[in-house]
């Protein structure tokens, strides 16, 4: 699979590659680098925009069982193309205690280096990244337009990682 960023084309990043480094804000403004994260696991969820009806019910799943991500020594951050102004409302609506990074401005540009951003219709797809305390990308999947996420791939695949 492969998306635009700027004219090139890049595809998702391999399992077993490094995941590509960033920096975005996140809903307050403040900056969030990805390498920030180094010693820790990292679940990098792609989500299309906020306050859409898949987006919630997956954020708020995630919202629901954050014991789940704690217990594996795991951070969440969630990226839309949304600006961290609606970001931060959306937060602050659902009760998200998690990082939410707005890759508004380059338009996508992080979902490009991803090879989640959809040209066409301006938004990420669903794509989901977990990294282990290296850099290295241990999962990832990105499901199609309307499909949201299977909770139950985030339990095996944090469990296959164990405790970092």
Request: negative net charge.
């Amino acid at each position: 699979m492969t998306a635009a960023l700027g004219a090139a084309s890049v595809a998702v990043p391999a399992v077993g590659g490094p995941a590509p480094d960033f920096e975005l804000v996140n809903q307050y403004g403040e900056p969030v680098r990805l390498s920030m994260f180094r010693g820790r696991n990292v679940v990098l969820v792609f989500f299309p925009f906020a306050f859409s009806g898949i987006c919630t019910g997956e954020l708020g799943a995630i919202r629901d069982n954050m014991a789940l991500f704690e217990e594996s020594n795991s951070a969440v951050l969630a990226v839309s193309v949304d600006s961290k102004f609606s970001l931060r409302a959306y937060a602050g609506q659902e009760g998200y205690a998690f990082e939410l990074l707005a890759d508004f401005w380059p338009h996508g540009a992080v979902a490009g280096l991803y090879g989640v951003f959809d040209p066409e219709s301006g938004m990420a797809r669903r794509g989901t990244f977990i990294i282990d305390p290296g850099g290295t990308i241990r999962y990832s999947v990105v499901n199609p337009r309307g499909e949201a996420r299977d909770f139950d791939e985030y339990r095996k695949a944090l469990a296959s990682l164990g405790r970092a």
